[in-house]
C-alpha cells in the first residue's frame, strides 16, 4: 500500500465550477502538506504550503488538512481554462523527505 | 534569474550506455535534490545534497551515481542505462533543506531502449 492515495482522474469540469481534489495518506508522521501544479512536460511548482489539520486560502485556492482523517483537500473556486494541469499532493514528516501523491489530471472546459 | 535548469530535455539511450543529466541553480540555495517521475509512480527521490561537498541516497538510489560539482551544480549519472530508467528526471533546490519550499527544474525526458 502506498504512503499517499491521489486519484489520477482525469477530471474534467466546465469553467466556473468549484473543483475539489483529494489525497489520503497512512504515515500518521506527515505533519506539513503541499500542492504542487504541474503543466504539461514542465516541472511542478508549489501551489499550497499548509501545517497540521485546518484551512489556508490564497486567493480562488482552499488547502485543507484533516489529520484525524488524515486526508487531505484542495478547492478550486472559479475554474479557469489555465487552471488545467496535473495536481500532486506531497506530505512531509520527521525525516523531512517529500512523499507525493501520483498526481491528479484536471482539465477546465471553456 | 533562471531557476533551476537542466539539461539535456530529451535523450534516448540504447541499453548499457550511460549519461550525465546535468543541473543547476542560480538562486544560492543549499540542498539539492534528483527525483524521478513515473506513471502511475508520482516523483521518488533519487539523490539529495544537503550542501556543497555532501550527498545522501533517497528512496530509489540504484543504478544512479551524483556529483555536488559546486554549490550551483547538481549532476545526475547513469553508469549503465537499463530500459527501467526511463523516465521523466526532475532536479530541485531549496535554501536550506528541510521543510523549506522544494524549486522544480522542467525536467529531462530519458527514454532506454
Known amino acids: 500500500q502506498k504512503e499517499v492515495e491521489q486519484d489520477p482522474g482525469p477530471l474534467s469540469v466546465p469553467e466556473g465550477a468549484i473543483v475539489s481534489l483529494n489525497c489520503t495518506y497512512s504515515?500518521?508522521?506527515?505533519?506539513?502538506f503541499m500542492w504542487y501544479r504541474q503543466y504539461s512536460r514542465k516541472g511542478p511548482e508549489l501551489l499550497m504550503y499548509?501545517?497540521?489539520?485546518g484551512n489556508k486560502e490564497d486567493g480562488r485556492f482552499t488547502a485543507q488538512v484533516d489529520k484525524s482523517s488524515k486526508y487531505i483537500s484542495l478547492f478550486i473556486r472559479d475554474s479557469q481554462p489555465s487552471d488545467s494541469a496535473t495536481y500532486l499532493c506531497?506530505?512531509?514528516?520527521?525525516?523531512?523527505?517529500?512523499?507525493f501523491g501520483t498526481g491528479t489530471r484536471l482539465t477546465i472546459i471553456p | 534569474n533562471a531557476g533551476v535548469t537542466q539539461t539535456p530535455k530529451f535523450q534516448v539511450l540504447k541499453t548499457g550506455q550511460s549519461m550525465t543529466l546535468q543541473c543547476a541553480q542560480d538562486?544560492?540555495?543549499?540542498?539539492m535534490y534528483w527525483y524521478r517521475q513515473d506513471p502511475g509512480m508520482g516523483l521518488r527521490l533519487i539523490y539529495y545534497?544537503?550542501?556543497?561537498?555532501?550527498?545522501d541516497k533517497g528512496e530509489v538510489p540504484n543504478g544512479y551515481n551524483v556529483s555536488r560539482l559546486n554549490k550551483r551544480e547538481f549532476s545526475l549519472r547513469l553508469e549503465s542505462a537499463a530500459p527501467s530508467q526511463t523516465s521523466v528526471y526532475f532536479c530541485?533546490?531549496?535554501?536550506?533543506?528541510?521543510?523549506?519550499?522544494?524549486?522544480f527544474g522542467p525536467g529531462t525526458r530519458l527514454l532506454v531502449l
Open positions: 504515515n500518521s508522521a506527515f505533519q506539513y
Open positions: 499548509t501545517y497540521s489539520s
Open positions: 530541485a533546490s531549496n535554501l536550506a533543506g528541510g521543510r523549506e519550499t522544494q524549486y
Open positions: 545534497s544537503a550542501s556543497e561537498g555532501t550527498t
Open positions: 538562486m544560492n540555495h543549499n540542498s
Open positions: 506531497a506530505m512531509m514528516g520527521g525525516n523531512e523527505k517529500l512523499t
